[in-house]
């Protein structure tokens, strides 16, 4: 039997395969390589020495779909594949609809089909609304601003349903936090097209000299120093909670959300300074205007994951910055910089 992870050549989910293979899982990936890499699998494999079997298909694509389960034998999904830039979102919401949507449901499709019926789903923390106060649990209320978001929030209501009408299904709904750093080897970690979006790799590569200087996005906010508050989770930790969230989704019946954080938040200041202070780089910075859509913080409770899954995250921000860095340093381009990178 194995496990059908989907979008598992991309940033979690190659770190996703690397602890389900290590917790004796066997994996099979559906990717399209849009926003990933061949070679981010090819180093799943040399860290865990197992096999992976990649499928290079279009999750939307059902034919492919049920080739995969027509020529495995899948026992649950995990399903990451799907576009995840939230400015991209807003310039192109129905490239993100069509995309994020259709390929849920033509999964669940499948997935019904083959009689498979035990699913793990990539959400976020982006599904709340943005007038909750903070921690966020996950009886909070929902309400996504962006189409991204709103792809998010709209599949976790899709999958609440079919779970409602089908009681045999089981659903776990995992509300990340801000997933940074690598695995400990340095052999995968985030590797963003073009310049990133995101606080971390936007560090790391201002460190490795890729980038000039740091645009802090505000120093108005209400927060310690003026600058936004995240709630920065290690990508290992978030990983091992698919494992965790797979093992209650084989063994329950029913839909749950989990947050998946680590329950503290730091700042834009804090994160630049303990990546500082934890690879010995500068970081230049000058203070930029707010971004449109951010919030001053966000962090969750993360106590249901805990009770309910026996999760917990283990690492902190001087981890997540040391291997964060591990990882940049070795692989400056990411995977472009190997031969066997697509
Ligand atoms: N920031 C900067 N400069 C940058 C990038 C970010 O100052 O160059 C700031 C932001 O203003 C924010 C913080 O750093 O205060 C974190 O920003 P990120 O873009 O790294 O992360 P977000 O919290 O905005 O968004 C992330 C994911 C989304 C997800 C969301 C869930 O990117 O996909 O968390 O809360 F939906």
Redesign the pocket.
């Known amino acids: 039997m194995s496990i059908l992870i989907t979008g598992g050549a991309g940033f979690i989910g190659s770190h996703t395969c690397v602890e389900m293979l290590t917790a004796g899982y066997d994996v099979i990936v559906a990717d399209n390589l849009y926003n990933s890499s061949i070679e981010a699998l090819r180093r799943v494999e040399e860290i865990t020495n197992k096999k992976v079997k990649l499928y290079e298909v279009d999750v939307c694509d059902k034919y492919a779909l049920r080739t995969i389960f027509t020529e495995n034998s899948i026992e649950a999904v995990i399903h990451f594949a799907g576009y995840?830039a939230?400015g991209e979102s807003v310039e192109k919401p129905m490239m993100y609809y069509n995309n994020n949507l259709i390929s849920t449901l033509s999964l669940i499709d499948v997935m019904n089909e083959f009689n498979v019926k035990n699913l793990v789903f990539s959400s976020?923390?982006?599904v709340y609304a943005g007038d909750n106060s903070v921690p966020l649990t996950e009886d909070m209320k929902l309400g996504a601003i962006n189409p991204?978001?709103k792809t998010k929030l709209f599949i976790e209501e899709i999958l609440r349903d079919l779970c409602a009408a089908n009681p045999d299904w089981c659903v776990a709904l995992l509300r990340?936090?801000?997933p940074i750093g690598a695995h400990k080897s340095g052999l995968i970690g985030e590797s963003p097209k073009g310049i990133p979006?995101?606080?971390?790799p936007?560090i790391s590569q201002v460190a490795v000299g890729k980038l000039k200087r740091?645009?802090?996005?505000?120093d108005d906010y209400e927060t310690r120093d003026g600058?936004?508050s995240?709630d920065y989770i290690h990508v290992v930790d978030l990983a091992k909670g698919h494992v965790k969230a797979m093992a209650w989704a084989l063994k329950n019946t029913g839909c749950d959300a989990f947050n998946l954080g680590t329950g503290t938040g730091t700042t834009?200041l804090e994160l630049r300074k303990a990546f500082m202070d934890a690879t010995g780089m500068d970081v230049p910075y000058v203070i930029a205007p707010r971004?449109a859509g951010?919030l001053a913080e966000?962090y969750a409770l993360p106590d249901k994951a805990e009770k309910v899954l026996n999760w917990k995250a283990e690492l902190n921000i001087q981890d997540m910055c040391e291997d964060t860095w591990r990882w940049q340093k070795n692989n400056p381009s990411g995977y472009e910089c190997s031969s066997k990178s697509k």
């Open positions: 995840k939230v976020s923390a982006t991204y978001g990340y936090f801000n979006n995101n606080l971390m936007y740091l645009n802090v996005f505000g600058t936004g995240r834009v971004r951010d966000v």
